[in-house]
Structure formats: C-alpha cells, structure tokens
C-alpha cells in the first residue's frame, strides 16, 4: 500500500510540473499547477510515513540543536542577498552579451541582492515557527533547505528560457545541497555571521557608484557648459507618445479630447499635416533630435521589437547643440521602451530622468516577485506596469527640476523634453477622463490583434480618455510654468512621435504600416513675438525638421547647424510659400516576428517606405515589390489605392524616382 501511494503522488505531483512545462494552464505554476503537485507531494509523504520500520515523528523531532529566531532571519537574508547578487550578474550577462533587452533599470545591480534579501528576511521568522512544530526545520540543515529553495529560484527564473516548473525542480535540488553543506559544517553560524555582512558590504560598494555616477556627470555637464547668447530663450518639447493626429478635438474629432490644447493654439501655429518619420518610437524620436531620417541612423534590420537597437553615437543630437551654446538640458521621459538612456536618447542632456529609484522598483527588482506580478495584477485587476510614469509624476519631476537650480542655473535659458506615455496601451484613463464605463481589456502579447468591433470601440474609448488626460495635464503644466514666470519667452512644441491603429486597415497597436493614422500626428509651435498666433500652416511637413526650426528660432542659425530646413516658411502667407517639400517615412525590418500578430489578417508585409509628395500618398513595399497610391487631399483614410488605375500608373515612375531620391540623399 506504501508503494502505490508513493508511485500514486509522484505521479500527480508530476502532471502538476508537466502541466507547467508544456504550456498548460497558467505558465509560471499557477494554482492548478501548484495543486496537483501539493496534493502529490502530500500523497507521498503519506506513503512514505506508511512504511513499515518509519519513525517519522523521531525524524522530524532529530537533526541536531534548532538555530534561534535571529540567526534565522540572518540565514534567510543573507541567502536572499547571494541569490539577488547571482540574479543580477545574470541580468547583467543576458543585457550584454545574450542579446537581451536595453530597457533595463540601471539600478539592478544592487537593487535586485538588496530586495531579495528583505524578501527572505521574514521567511526565517516563519522557519523560526514551523521550528517550533518541527524542530528539525530550524537546524541548520533543515532552514538551508527550506530558505535556499526560494533563493535559487529567483536566481534560476532569470536564466533565458529555462520554464518556471523546472526552474523550481531544480531550485529544490539546490536548495538540498546547500543544506548538506551547511549541516556538514563543524560551525554553521560562523558561515552565516561571516558571509551576511561580505554580501552586504558588496551590495552597498555596487549601490554607491551606480546611484552616485549620474549626479556626478550633471555637474561636471553644468559646469562645463560655455556662456549662452544673450537673451537666449527657453526651449520645451512636449512628446506626446502614441498620439495620433485623427484623434484629436484640435484637427476635428468629435469628442472633446485636447480642449486646453485648443486654446493654447490660439496663439501659436497648428500644422494640419505633420507627418513623423517612423511608425514607432525611437527612430521618431532620433528623426526629432538629430534632423535625421530613419535609414539614417540605423541599418537596415531594425525591427521595432529588436529592444537592442540605439541611437547611433555619430550624429550631433539638439540637446549637444544646444548644451554647446550654453543652454541647461534636461529630460524627463516616461517611454521607458525605447527612450531610456540605454536607447540613445539621453545625449546632450545634463539631466535626464527615465528609470527612477522609488519603493516600487525596488520592491519588484527580484525575478521571484516580477514572475508573481503578472497574476497579482491578474488577481487584483490592475493592468498598470510596474514603474510606468503618469503624467501628474512626470510634470512634478520637470517643476521639481526647475524649483531646485541654483542662481547660475537660474540665470541661463533651458532646453526640457517631456515625453508622456499615457496615450500607450494599456489605455488607462482615470475615471474623471473616460468617455465611457466600457472595459478596454488590452492584455499583453496579442494587444496588437485584431478583435470585434466592440472591443475595437472599447479600447479607442480609453484611448481617447487618455488623450483628454494628457490633455488636462498640459494644462496645468502651463498653469504652473506662467506662476513661477517660466513660460515667458519660452518656444513651446507639443507633438508626437506617431499614432495608432484602432481597426482602420484591419490593424491596431502601431508599427505595422505606413498610413496617415500612424505618421501624422499633432504639432503645435507657440512663440509669442516670433510666431504668429491663430496660423495653421496646411503644406505636408516632416519632424525630421524640428531640430533646424528650434535653432533658426532662437537664433542659432548661423552659428550652429543640424540637417534639414526651418518649417518658419510653412507659416508666411501663402505668396511667399516655397513648394512642400517631399516627405519620406519608414519601416526597416524583413519580415513580422512570428507569434505575435494574427497570421490571418493583413500585418507586416516586410520593410515600409512611405512617400508624400505632388499631393499624393505614395507606399511601396520593397520586399513584396508592391505598391500603393492615394489621394492626399482627398483620402486621408487611403480607401482607394490609385496605383492600378491609368493615372496612377504614369504617376509611378515618377514617385518611385523621387523616394530613391530621397533615401540616397541626393534630392
């Protein structure tokens, strides 16, 4: 009977991994999971106990002298410090040199050993409990068991592809080990008293360079910084992540979504056809800092989900301009995708604010708590991402930054870039925003699939009242920028780096094609005294340009260049008007990642480049060789494609001539 039960719970116990291994269920060992190989364990256990000759309850009660409460709690944290330690020299291996991801908190090193051990600290209190029960689990060896396991779990939950199910087999091996080792010790303790001060001494001697190093580089930057011209103004680039142009109350939406946009336009130029130069974020983003188009900057394989690419080091960005010329430099970025330091964009600013040291990274810096966030999320109905900026933190750090400069920073012009992530899915508006009560389920990694009409409405719900949200936010920030007198001759820019998809084309999310719905976006310039108020300047214009407009608009045309033209033209009257410039947008990658768009509508169609120009809408898709051709003026949406018709076909030539052109820099 011993013998049955024990090949019964072993079984069970085994389909509860197996479970876990082939996909089944909740990966991660969810409840289903973690019942079956409970109730297993359990049966064999009790099969074990069954055995004639067992004196389990001897067994349990053995094992040498119980350590107390403190020395438990010391063996639980210093494991949780050797494990976090292990785990982020992982981190660090995958990030450099396994082709993981750059969007990795800078602070790992040391917040990931430090949070670990705080983790496991009140689990030796626990053990310290259970030890009362079962004196054997507070012996040396036993608490090594029991508190190891967690330990090497965390550690092995960050190996690259390594299932969660067996990461934990093999967790309780380790954890097995260890405790032989430690029980084989002539002093136990002495492991402990001396290894628990070694880890954290370690810990701090990772924590103080890291923090300490980006402060250091902002003075040495501020100190550096040359005289500025006199009256030199101020500059602000508001980015709008994921905000798209037909979404908008101020180019004619229907809902109310940008009501203090509207009015702080009233005063500045509204451009009808901005147009980004990249259906994603950090070649926009490069495009609007550099003058330089996506081809430009990175090669020919980049794909939007390749989270290793960066901004290329050679091409001199705004802010180096700017820093060069005496102006004080800060970012404060919530996009921490592809707009984190590790991405780029960070040059030329002194300060630059992306990953942040707050309780909530550090609290989630361990694999162990990062593997259970999804499920907590899941439990509690929270879809916000861990350290994701709002837009009421990211105005308080940019007033925050100004509130504190000393008199010599005070005395000089600044160049800020806000860039607010509201707008991104999840779309989670808060309640005093939303233009319905309808639930914008939008989970991760089939966001960008296609759903029924009703979802699709759900989720541009929320998406319009995140819109609204980052509107009133803009509001304010301008509220108090005019109390503190920091808006006064200060050129403002608010714009995006592209839109979204919300059925149109049989597509959402972005990335995934060149219509006007992902490439033209908002863009408002307001500059009392140097730009016309009440203008909207309709002539096609392209972000690849912003960075010559801001040096022609403070006055350092002359003196400083980057690539492009001022868009100052676009808002002269229209007799003075040069011809529109022709106006390129692409997408370099070979070919949609597999898995993660619906294979049965129409998705990636390799490598993209979009051509506006002669009043048309020009795509060609260089991999498939096809085409398509609309109508500017009149079919924004690209509802008929001209590019089969009698006219579209002469057109071709001509269009496919200018696009070469364009990307071989010789137009």
């Given at each position: 009977m011993s013998t049955l039960l024990i090949l019964l719970g072993t079984a069970v116990a085994a389909a509860g991994l197996l479970l876990d291994v082939f996909g089944v269920g909740e990966r991660g060992?969810?409840?289903?999971?973690?019942?079956?190989?409970?109730?297993?364990?359990?049966?064999?256990?009790?099969?074990?106990?069954?055995?004639?000759?067992?004196?389990?309850?001897?067994?349990?009660?053995?094992?040498?002298?119980?350590?107390?409460?403190?020395?438990?709690?010391?063996?639980?944290?210093?494991?949780?410090?050797?494990?976090?330690?292990?785990?982020?020299?992982?981190?660090?291996?995958?990030?450099?040199?396994?082709?993981?991801?750059?969007?990795?908190h800078p602070d790992l090193p040391w917040m990931t050993p430090a949070a670990a051990g705080l983790l496991l600290a009140p689990l030796g209190a626990l053990v310290a409990a259970i030890g009362r029960l079962i004196p054997r689990a507070a012996?040396?060896?036993?608490?090594?068991?029991?508190?190891?396991?967690?330990?090497?779990?965390?550690?092995?939950?960050?190996?690259?592809?390594?299932?969660?199910?067996?990461?934990?087999?093999?967790?309780?091996?380790?954890?097995?080990?260890?405790?032989?080792?430690?029980?084989?010790?002539?002093?136990?303790?002495?492991?402990?008293?001396?290894?628990?001060?070694?880890?954290?001494?370690?810990?701090?001697?990772?924590?103080?360079?890291?923090?300490l190093r980006p402060r250091a580089a902002e003075a040495r930057a501020v100190a550096a910084l040359p005289a500025a011209p006199a009256n030199a103004p101020n500059v602000l680039l508001v980015v709008w992540d994921t905000v798209r142009k037909k979404s908008l109350s101020l180019y004619g939406y229907e809902r109310p979504t940008t009501p203090a946009l509207e009015r702080f336009a009233e005063d500045g130029v509204v451009f009808e056809h901005a147009l980004t130069t990249a259906p994603w974020t950090l070649p926009s983003h490069g495009a609007m800092f550099?003058?330089?188009?996506?081809?430009?900057?990175?090669?020919?394989?980049?794909?939007?989900?390749?989270?290793?690419?960066?901004?290329?080091?050679?091409?001199?960005?705004?802010?180096?301009?700017?820093?060069?010329?005496?102006?004080?430099?800060?970012?404060?970025?919530?996009?921490?995708?592809?707009?984190?330091?590790?991405?780029?964009?960070?040059?030329?600013?002194?300060?630059?604010?992306?990953?942040?040291?707050?309780?909530?990274?550090?609290?989630?810096?361990?694999?162990?708590?990062?593997?259970?966030?999804?499920k907590?999320?899941?439990?509690?109905?929270?879809?916000?991402?861990?350290?994701?900026?709002?837009?009421?933190?990211?105005?308080?750090?940019?007033?925050?930054w100004l509130d504190r400069r000393d008199a010599a920073a005070r005395a000089r012009p600044w160049f800020a870039f806000v860039n607010y992530f509201d707008a991104h899915d999840p779309y989670l508006p808060p309640a005093e925003h939303r233009f319905s009560d309808r639930e914008a389920n939008n989970p991760t990694p089939q966001r960008w699939m296609l759903r029924a009409p009703a979802q699709i409405a759900a989720l541009q719900d929320a998406y319009d009242g995140c819109v609204r949200w980052i509107d009133a936010e803009l509001a304010q920030l301008f509220?108090?920028?005019?109390?503190?007198?920091?808006?006064?001759?200060?050129?403002?820019?608010?714009?995006?780096?592209?839109?979204?998809?919300?059925?149109?084309?049989?597509?959402?999310?972005?990335?995934?094609?060149l219509y006007r719905e992902l490439l033209e976006v908002p863009l408002v310039i307001w500059f009392p005294g140097h730009v016309p108020a009440g203008v909207r300047a309709t002539a096609p214009v392209s972000l690849v340009d912003l960075p010559a407009t801001v040096l022609d608009l403070v006055g350092l045309a002359g003196s400083a260049s980057l690539p492009g033209r001022s868009l100052a033209?676009?808002?002269?009257?229209?007799?003075?008007?040069?011809?529109?410039?022709?106006?390129?947008?692409?997408?370099?990658?070979?070919?949609?990642?597999?898995?993660?768009?619906?294979?049965?509508?129409?998705?990636?169609?390799?490598?993209?480049?979009?051509?506006?120009?002669?009043?048309?809408?020009?795509?060609?898709?260089?991999?498939?060789?096809?085409?398509?051709?609309?109508?500017?003026?009149?079919?924004?949406?690209?509802?008929?494609?001209?590019?089969?018709?009698?006219?579209?076909?002469?057109?071709?030539?001509?269009?496919?001539?200018?696009?070469?052109?364009?990307?071989?820099?010789?137009?």
């Open positions: 060992l969810g409840p289903r999971q973690l019942g079956l190989a409970a109730a297993g364990f359990a049966v064999v256990l009790l099969g074990l106990a069954r055995r004639p000759g067992t004196d389990w309850r001897a067994w349990l009660r053995a094992g040498g002298p119980r350590w107390s409460l403190g020395q438990l709690v010391a063996l639980a944290a210093w494991l949780g410090l050797c494990g976090g330690l292990l785990e982020a020299g992982l981190w660090q291996v995958r990030t450099h040199w396994l082709g993981g991801g750059l969007s990795v012996t040396p060896g036993g608490a090594t068991a029991l508190l190891g396991t967690p330990a090497a779990y965390g550690v092995l939950l960050a190996v690259p592809r390594l299932d969660p199910g067996a990461a934990l087999a093999v967790a309780m091996g380790v954890g097995l080990h260890l405790a032989r080792g430690m029980g084989q010790r002539p002093a136990p303790w002495r492991v402990v008293r001396l290894g628990l001060p070694i880890a954290a001494l370690l810990v701090a001697a990772l924590a103080v360079p890291i923090v550099t003058g330089r188009r996506t081809h430009e900057l990175f090669p020919a394989d980049v794909t939007p989900l390749n989270a290793r690419v960066s901004l290329p080091a050679a091409p001199p960005t705004l802010a180096e301009v700017l820093s060069q010329h005496g102006w004080l430099t800060a970012g404060f970025v919530a996009n921490l995708i592809y707009c984190s330091s590790a991405h780029g964009l960070n040059r030329g600013f002194a300060h630059y604010e992306d990953y942040l040291i707050t309780l909530e990274w550090f609290a989630a810096s361990p694999q162990l708590v990062r593997a259970a966030l999804p907590v999320r899941r439990w509690t109905g929270n879809r916000q991402a861990v350290g994701r900026k709002a837009a009421p933190a990211l105005r308080a750090a940019f007033l925050d509220a108090d920028l005019r109390d503190r007198g920091a808006l006064e001759d200060t050129l403002v820019i608010v714009t995006s780096d592209h839109g979204e998809h919300f059925g149109e084309h049989e597509r959402l999310g972005h990335t995934n094609s033209p676009a808002w002269s009257p229209p007799a003075t008007q040069p011809e529109p410039a022709a106006q390129l947008a692409e997408v370099l990658i070979g070919a949609a990642p597999p898995g993660i768009w619906d294979p049965t509508i129409r998705g990636y169609r390799g490598g993209m480049q979009a051509l506006f120009a002669r009043g048309y809408h020009y795509i060609r898709y260089p991999e498939e060789g096809g085409e398509e051709l609309y109508d500017f003026a009149r079919d924004a949406n690209a509802d008929t494609d001209l590019s089969a018709t009698p006219a579209g076909r002469e057109l071709l030539p001509e269009l496919r001539a200018l696009l070469d052109r364009l990307r071989a820099g010789t137009n």
